[in-house]
T-cell receptor, first 109, second 116 residues
Framework: GQNIDQPTEMTATEGAIVQINCTYQTSGFNGLFWYQQHAGEAPTFLSY??LDGLEEKGRFSSFLSRSKGYSYLLLKELQMKDSASYLC??????????WGAGTKLIIKP | DAGVIQSPRHEVTEMGQEVTLRCKPISGHDYLFWYRQTMMRGLELLIY????????DSGMPEDRFSAKMPNASFSTLKIQPSEPRDSAVYFC??????????????FGSGTRLTVV
């Protein structure tokens, strides 16, 4: 079966760095996505990785290792507004987007 | 662009009633997706359209659910009759492509459905 694993909840301190991991087992691979979802709101696109390596976009970076079925989202200089759920999703060989359950990130002052 | 527009934002209905959710995708987006999100099951794809044609409805729970896209700017998801287990947030999303590599899928604000 297809599976995406990510921690249920993480806590970090304002101004610090946090890494949210995602491991996946899917039928084929056409890219990995990270979305941010604030409570009561819609998911919003953060990043897309299809090749191995690190993609940096401001305070957020996303890393992919296809051989290990592994990705992480790195958030730097955490701000209170970064408190949200972070969803990892993988597009399989049939172009179906498989979603993880999400990681709830709590930022403390 | 105003983004993906969904209505209503909240819907409370009694079991057995018909519910219709509406979505206006971003102009020029050829793909439209209907998702359901619950705490227990997370985000689930119900159905998606390409150029107004339903492509994959394997995620539609049962015959009580139906979706239409009569034109490029409007889609509906209908539940008839509704049941308490249908309570969830229903999202509509649109994209330029199925892969959505350039910017992912753009989600609407969702409809929070409560069936009592």
């Amino acid at each position: 079966g297809q599976n995406i694993d990510q921690p249920t909840e993480m806590t970090a301190t304002e101004g610090a760095i946090v890494q949210i991991n995602c491991t996946y087992q899917t039928s084929g691979f056409n890219g990995l996505f990270w979305y941010q979802q604030h409570a009561g709101e819609a998911p919003t696109f953060l990043s897309y990785n299809v090749l191995d390596g690190l993609e940096e976009k401001g305070r957020f970076s996303s890393f992919l290792s296809r051989s290990k079925g592994y990705s992480y989202l790195l958030l730097k200089e955490l701000q209170m507004k970064d408190s949200a759920s972070y969803l990892c999703a993988v597009m399989d060989s049939n172009y179906q987007l498989i979603w993880g359950a999400g990681t709830k990130l709590i930022i403390k002052p | 662009d105003a983004g993906v527009i969904q209505s209503p934002r909240h819907e409370v209905t009694e079991m057995g009633q018909e519910v219709t959710l509406r979505c206006k995708p971003i102009s020029g987006h050829d793909y439209l997706f209907w998702y359901r999100q619950t705490m227990m099951r997370g985000l689930e794809l119900l159905i998606y359209f390409n150029n107004n044609v339903p492509i994959d409805d394997s995620g539609m729970p049962e015959d009580r659910f139906s979706a239409k896209m009569p034109n490029a700017s409007f889609s509906t998801l209908k539940i008839q009759p509704s049941e308490p287990r249908d309570s969830a947030v229903y999202f509509c999303a649109s994209s330029l492509s199925l892969l959505g590599a350039s910017g992912g899928y753009t989600f609407g604000s969702g409809t929070r459905l409560t069936v009592v």
